[in-house]
């Protein structure tokens, strides 16, 4: 059992004088890491699996999504749920990858979020051209069932066939830390996902927003000779 000689009532005297301000405010810093290292440090990341994610094999013999398909692999427990669905036009970067008019073409977003142990770990929001959703259930639902989307988008004629991701960190806005529940000074990987399809189409792009304390990524690429 871990101890610490802390008291919450010496944080806050009245009145307090310079000296005494500043040494609430180490106390504070001293409580909030100890809490950081006896809570988050040491636990295991949850690693981001690359290509073998959207296997088109394993989803067909677990009926899984990518994330709870890394999630069971590394022995974790996944929950997830669609907060929306809605058409908007796209974000430039978004509308450059799927080939569209960021002016004038909608796309449908889909804002995903992402539990490990039940503590969020990642949010995503995915948005597909509206010639590629339609009318269909990735463009109305919220529960996909057994495959999740990319077995919806396969039914659709789209099979992912390829991945592109650009992956970089930063810090998050204060709408994602406190989204993500991250201790001060965490940042945030940024993975930016493209899906595309067997004719070279791209049709699936998502934006990712991981924590970076609890999050990892491990890819087994192969090499051209």
């Known amino acids: 059992t871990a101890h610490l000689a802390w008291s919450a009532t010496a944080a806050r005297p009245a009145p307090e004088s310079a000296g005494a301000a500043a040494a609430s405010a180490a106390q504070w810093a001293q409580l909030a890491s100890w809490l950081y290292d006896m809570f988050v440090r040491d636990r295991p990341r949850l690693m981001r699996l690359g290509a073998d994610r959207y296997s088109r094999r394993v989803r067909a013999q677990t009926g899984d ?3 709870r398909i890394e999630a069971v692999r590394q022995g974790r427990t996944p929950t997830s749920a669609c907060r929306s669905v809605r058409r908007q036009t796209a974000p430039a970067d978004i509308a450059t990858r799927l080939r569209l008019d960021a002016d004038t073409d909608l796309v449908v977003s889909r804002e995903n979020w992402y539990f490990i142990d039940g503590e969020p770990v990642q949010v995503g929001v995915t948005y597909l051209p509206e010639a590629v959703a339609g009318g269909s259930p990735v463009a109305t639902e919220r529960v996909l069932g057994r495959g999740g989307l990319y077995r919806r988008l396969a039914d659709l004629g789209y099979p992912v066939h390829r991945i592109w ?53 491990d890819y087994d690429l192969p090499i051209e000779g």
């Not at 991981?210 to 999050?215: K, P």
């Open 65 to 67: 999504t990518p994330f």
């Open 165 to 217: 991701e650009e992956i970089t960190a930063r810090l998050p806005s204060t709408a994602e830390a406190a989204d993500l529940k991250l201790p001060a000074g965490v940042p945030v990987l940024e993975v930016l996902h493209t899906s595309v399809d067997d004719r070279g189409r791209p049709f699936e792009v998502t934006r990712f927003v991981l924590r970076g304390d609890l999050a990892g990524l």
